[in-house]
T-cell receptor, first 117, second 113 residues
């Protein structure tokens, strides 16, 4: 079984500051992928960044970077230079083999980020 | 930007009605998914498909059904809606490959009175 844990229900960050959103995971699969999604109040899910379990370097996409620590089973999202538009729910998700034997996404409970002007 | 569309965006309807939530994508993706999400909570997979005539149940048990007659279309149906079905339903699609992200539609917010 796979599990994603996001321990921060809510976070506040000052505009233009950096913020780290925590994500830890548990899986027995040797091969897996980690994704971060952003969900604004309008409800859609926006893909931000991906990290594969065999990737040697931490993933980066513009202002988003992923602090991947495989031994600690953590994949924290770092947002640099926060903007007001970053205020949203952020979900960490893992793709690995599910109980059905297929590769599906398991989501964490999310972290609500609020950017303060 | 992903081209996946869900209709309706919002639906408020009475108990006992038959409901079909539409989902279409123009990317030619074989893999499609339906998730259920209660307000402020995580997403739970309720159905998925690997291609035409392929449908599987997800980890969360659901009274809904799906069909996949065309690659681009993956509708979800509730035969008799109940208040417990009130939730947001999100459709997604992806290419094959473990590193391929799922692209989501805007979701349908369903309220059963």
């Amino acid at each position: 079984a796979q599990k994603i844990t996001q321990t921060q229900p809510g976070m506040f960050v000052q505009e233009k500051e950096a913020v780290t959103l925590d994500c830890t995971y548990d899986t027995s699969d040797p091969s897996y992928g980690l994704f971060w999604y952003k969900q604004p109040s309008s409800g859609e899910m926006i893909f931000l960044i991906y990290q594969g379990s065999y990737d040697q370097q931490n993933a980066t996409e513009g202002r988003y970077s992923l602090n991947f620590q495989k031994a600690r089973k953590s994949a924290n999202l770092v947002i640099s230079a926060s903007q007001l538009g970053d205020s949203a729910m952020y979900f960490c998700a893992m793709r690995g083999r599910s109980g059905a034997g297929s590769y599906q996404l398991t989501f964490g409970k999310g972290t609500k980020l609020s950017v303060i002007p | 930007e992903a081209d996946i569309y869900q209709t309706p965006r919002y639906l408020v309807i009475g108990t006992g009605k038959k409901i079909t939530l539409e989902c279409s994508q123009t990317m030619g993706h074989d893999k499609m998914y339906w998730y259920q999400q209660d307000p402020g909570m995580e997403l739970h997979l309720i159905h998925y498909s690997y291609g035409v005539n392929s449908t599987e149940k997800g980890d969360l048990s659901s009274e809904s059904t799906v069909s996949r007659i065309r690659t681009e279309h993956f509708p979800l149906t509730l035969e008799s809606a109940r208040p417990s079905h009130t939730s947001q339903y999100l459709c997604a699609s992806s290419e094959w490959g473990q590193d391929q992200p799922q692209h989501f539609g805007d979701g349908t917010r369903l309220s059963i009175l």
